[in-house]
């Protein structure tokens, strides 16, 4: 059996727990032996992204020690996939220690999650169960810097009464880009608002992307705005499951979780 490490990222650590459930929930259910490393910190795309390269020093060492003995590395999220990916490398070399450069390079590969559904286990009907129209945000990371392509929406499509609709200016960013939200806020605001716009325009219940930092943006814009309009991350969709009722159940008693369109998310304030 395939063992993979969980990195389950900081913001989804904090804030958005889910995540990480419904990720463990959906590669157990196709056969993958899942591990939760309790070493695991920070990536250190805080610090790269914003040129304290010295700073990530200790955080990519953290990650090689913590995910050491896999087979390889599973993240919902592209933006710290293609962190741990592209930028650990460039951090290993400045610091100039044989060990850690040497360690990075024998690390297990890092995969955003669609990736390894698509690429590894070759699975696109992942047996998932959602009647709900939905539209799908591409996130800058996992488009640019990873190039996952159409593999998220080849997922969604597959699922079991799951209406896609194509979201107008898809490849557009949605104006949070991490510290660029706090130091160009009302830029990235107007970005946001041009999302929200076109996710409205499709008439989806749900706007799906594979980055919780993401979703918590635009989610805020769309629960501001009262659109009615929820967010979910891929995982959390993929994981649904057909509601099983037995013969003694009333009709529509269902007693498998996820077939609802969750509540609003508490956005921060």
């Known amino acids: 059996m395939t063992r993979v490490g969980l990195m389950v990222t ?16 959906l590669l157990r259910r196709l056969g993958v032996e899942v591990e939760f490393p309790a070493a695991q910190t920070c990536c250190g795309q805080p610090m790269t992204n914003t040129g304290y390269l010295d ?5 990519v060492r953290n990650h090689v020690d913590a995910f050491s003995g896999c087979d390889a590395i599973i993240a919902p999220s592209g933006s710290c996939a293609g962190s741990v990916r592209h ?35 070759g699975a696109e009907d992942v047996g998932a169960y959602f009647p709900h129209r939905v539209t799908y945000h591409p996130t800058c990371h996992s488009l640019r810097m990873l190039g996952v392509g159409d593999r998220p929406t080849r997922l969604l499509r597959a699922v079991r009464g799951l209406t896609l609709a194509e979201l107008p200016g898809a490849a557009e960013c949605c ?57 979910m991350h891929l995982a959390e969709v993929l994981a649904q499951t057909e509601p099983v009722i037995s013969s003694g159940d009333r009709a ?6 996820g077939t609802a369109v969750p509540q609003k998310r508490e956005q921060l304030r």
């Open 252 to 257: 529509g008693d269902a007693r498998s979780a």
């Open 175 to 231: 104006g949070f880009g991490g510290t660029f939200a706090v130091k160009n806020a009302e830029t990235s605001i107007a970005m946001g608002n041009d999302k929200a716009r076109h996710v409205q325009e499709t008439g989806a219940e749900v706007l799906v992307a594979g980055d919780n930092s993401c979703l918590m943006h635009v989610g805020g814009l769309l629960s501001r705005q009262r659109s009615g309009v929820r967010v």
């Open 55 to 59: 700073e990530a020093v200790p955080l």
């Open 10 to 25: 900081c913001i989804n650590d904090a804030l958005f727990p889910d995540t990480g459930k419904a990720v463990v929930t």
């Open 87 to 121: 930028q650990h490398g460039m951090v290993a070399q400045r610091s100039g220690d044989p060990g850690l450069i040497r360690g990075v390079a024998q690390a297990p590969p890092v995969y955003e999650l669609s990736e390894y559904l698509v690429d590894v286990l």
